[in-house]
Every structure is written in structure tokens, then in C-alpha cells.
């Protein structure tokens, strides 16, 4: 049992390129999100889905998009990456319920923007 | 925005005494998450309290809640040097049905010296 896996682990992009990050996880949890960390900012939410096909903004969605094809996959995708995105990514989910709250994260990806 | 704001930012204790860090918040919420992060690694979940609770107990850890105050408190009994790490408190709020908002803090960056 993995819990939730993040690929890459590590990333160095030129301003201007793009590139997915990948989570996945095999607790066959509704929810995903993806949250960026950066240093003195604790962590932001990004975008969410709350099930198979549908996501959301969360709090900083610009320059992001998303996609939950699969239950288990959520996709982060940069389009044209800019320094500003220089950060530490983590995907969590969770079960769907109002009992079920606590998050499960994965080991996060380090994204370096030049 | 940030809803949860920990202080302090740092703490340097000796290995055996007790840590404490205190969350405050300014909206009103359903519950309040501690997640713990080792460095370079993703968060952990280590306990929840719901907001008709005003204190919470697993292991070395005591968690209370003021709603009146909008603020919590997280407390490390006996600490060790490997619950040197950095500590997060995240606050849920139920938007609609389905639809849940959990906000991280800062964090606090613990050290325990041995």
C-alpha cells in the first residue's frame, strides 16, 4: 500500500517551458488536492477534485490547470512556467465524508523554475 | 488567505521538556487539524478536534480548543529529538454540502536538542 505517490521528485525548468506533475494514490479516495509550499507561507491550495472528472480552484489557481481522468490520478500541469512558481508541491486526498477529514500527503515535488 | 497563524515561528527546547505551540484563527470553523513535517518530506496528520471539543489526547500529544478565543494549543510532553520537525495547524470549515476548506498555518519549526 503506497498511500499517495508524486512524480517527479525533483524538477529544474526554464521560464517559458511546461510540465505535469503526477499523484497518484491507491486508497480509493474522492478527494485530491493539490497544495504548493513555499518558505514563511505555510501551505496554499491550489486546485481540487472532489471526484472522477471534476475539480476546482482553491486559493492560487492561476498559471495551474488540473485533470482527474482516473479516480486515483490528479494532474497538475504548468502550461508556461514562470520563477514565480519556483516551489514545493504536495498532492493529499482524502476519503469523502464529513468524518473523514484527515488529509493524506504525499512526499511532495521540488520545482525549480530559472 | 491564511487562517491558521501558529506561534511561535521557532522553538529550541532541551530533549525531556515539554513543547508548546498555539494556533490562532479568525473565522469561525468545524475543526482544527496538526500535521507534522520532517524536512524535505510530506505532512503527516497527527490529530483532529472538532469544535464541540475543547481538549484531545493521543500519546505525548494534548491538543486543546477555544472557540471563544479562536485559538489552539498543541503540546509535546516528554519530547524527543525526533519530533524535531516543523508543525502545522489546519482549519476546517464546511462550505456545502460535499465541500470542504482546509486552510494551513505557517507552521512551527520545532527543534529538540539532545
Known amino acids: 500500500n503506497a498511500g499517495v505517490t508524486q512524480t517527479p521528485k525533483f524538477r529544474v525548468l526554464k521560464t517559458g517551458q511546461s510540465m505535469t506533475l503526477l499523484c497518484a494514490q491507491d486508497?480509493?479516495?474522492?478527494?485530491m488536492y493539490w497544495y504548493r509550499q513555499d518558505p514563511g507561507m505555510g501551505l496554499r491550495l491550489i486546485h481540487y477534485?472532489?471526484?472522477?472528472?471534476?475539480?476546482a480552484k482553491g486559493e492560487v489557481p492561476d498559471g495551474y490547470n488540473v485533470s482527474r481522468l482516473k479516480k486515483q490520478n490528479f494532474l497538475l500541469g504548468l502550461e508556461s512556467a514562470a520563477p514565480s512558481q519556483t516551489s514545493v508541491y504536495f498532492c493529499a486526498s482524502r476519503p469523502k465524508g464529513y468524518l473523514n477529514e484527515k488529509l493524506f500527503f504525499g512526499s511532495g515535488t521540488q520545482l525549480s523554475v530559472l | 488567505s491564511q487562517q491558521g497563524e501558529e506561534d511561535p515561528q521557532a522553538l529550541s527546547i532541551q530533549e525531556g521538556e515539554n513543547a508548546t505551540m498555539n494556533c490562532s484563527y479568525k473565522?469561525?470553523?468545524?475543526?482544527l487539524q496538526w500535521y507534522r513535517q520532517n524536512s524535505g518530506r510530506g505532512l503527516v496528520h497527527l490529530i483532529l478536534?472538532?469544535?464541540?471539543?475543547r481538549e484531545k489526547h493521543s500519546g505525548r500529544l494534548r491538543v486543546t480548543l477555544d472557540t471563544s478565543k479562536k485559538s489552539s494549543s498543541l503540546l509535546i510532553t516528554a519530547s524527543r529529538a525526533a519530533d524535531t520537525a516543523s508543525y502545522f495547524c489546519a482549519t476546517g470549515v464546511l462550505k456545502r454540502a460535499g465541500s470542504y476548506q482546509l486552510t494551513f498555518g505557517k507552521g512551527t519549526k520545532l527543534s529538540v536538542i539532545p
Open positions: 478536534i472538532r469544535s464541540n471539543e
Open positions: 477534485s472532489v471526484g472522477e472528472g471534476t475539480t
Open positions: 473565522t469561525s470553523i468545524n475543526n
Open positions: 486508497m480509493n479516495h474522492e478527494y
